[in-house]
């Protein structure tokens, strides 16, 4: 029997297979804000180097970011990240999420005003 981490390994899996197992492991509300949160200094991390020049901004930012979504992970979700076992898939999901919570399709209330499934 194949497990859904081994069929979201395998690269006939569509995207949305994995975005599915991402947001199962992004149930609980603090973790999804923490999420957004970190994406969202990641982002401001990223425009302050283009605007300054500097990586050590975009630095800062991807370290807040992982630091806010590990703490929802570990306290909060109480699961290992996907980014352990699935970085690239994981990192662009995180985005997928990101994006779909300024759309209004995933919210950060509660998981009944879910759209995005």
């Given at each position: 029997?194949?497990?859904?981490?081994?069929?979201?390994?395998?690269?006939?899996?569509?995207?949305?297979?994995?975005?599915?197992?991402?947001?199962?492991?992004?149930?609980?509300?603090?973790?999804?804000?923490?999420?957004?949160?970190?994406?969202?200094?990641?982002?401001?991390?990223?425009?302050?180097?283009?605007?300054?020049?500097?990586?050590?901004?975009?630095?800062?930012?991807?370290?807040?970011?992982?630091?806010c979504?590990?703490?929802?992970?570990?306290?909060?979700?109480?699961?290992?990240?996907?980014?352990?076992?699935?970085?690239?898939?994981?990192?662009?999901?995180?985005?997928?999420?990101?994006?779909?919570?300024?759309?209004?399709?995933l919210?950060?209330?509660?998981?009944?005003?879910?759209?995005?499934?």
């Amino acid at each position: 029997h194949s497990t859904r981490t081994d069929m979201i390994k395998t690269e006939a899996s569509p995207k949305q297979a994995f975005y599915d197992f991402y947001l199962d492991e992004h149930q609980n509300m603090a973790c999804r804000r923490l999420h957004f949160a970190g994406s969202s200094f990641g982002l401001l991390g990223l425009v302050k180097s283009i605007k300054t020049g500097s990586v050590k901004p975009l630095a800062r930012g991807i370290a807040a970011g992982y630091a806010c979504a590990w703490v929802g992970h570990f306290f909060f979700e109480k699961n290992k990240p996907a980014s352990f076992k699935f970085p690239l898939k994981s990192f662009a999901s995180d985005f997928r999420m990101y994006g779909d919570v300024l759309r209004g399709n995933l919210s950060l209330k509660d998981r009944k005003f879910d759209k995005a499934r």
